[in-house]
């Protein structure tokens, strides 16, 4: 199972989000919102993935770690500018 997470340098972030955790295959670090920690602490084998590597390892929905959408709809009103993009 894997959670596919945004670069931590991405323009924007949602409340809550960690900037503290690396891809699993090429070692970017990643910025994980409250709902993939969620899914961390219910399943801490989950590996983390950033876009183009968890993309490349999927080959089936099964794959991807579920996030509740209300939470991830919840999360995305909360998007604002990253300012820690250029300190990851």
């Known amino acids: 199972m894997v959670l596919i997470c ?3 340098d991405f323009e924007l972030t949602v409340a809550g989000s960690t900037f503290d955790r690396v891809c699993s295959k090429c070692g970017v ?3 994980i919102a409250p709902s993939g920690q969620a899914a961390l602490a219910r399943d801490p084998s989950i590996e983390l993935a950033c876009i183009p590597c968890g993309m490349a390892g999927v080959h089936s929905l099964d794959d991807i770690a579920p996030l509740p959408i209300a939470d991830v709809v919840r999360e995305l ?3 604002r500018p990253n300012m820690r993009r250029h300190r990851n």
């Open 6 to 8: 945004q670069f931590a």
């Open 29 to 31: 670090r990643l910025m």
């Open 77 to 79: 009103k909360t998007a």
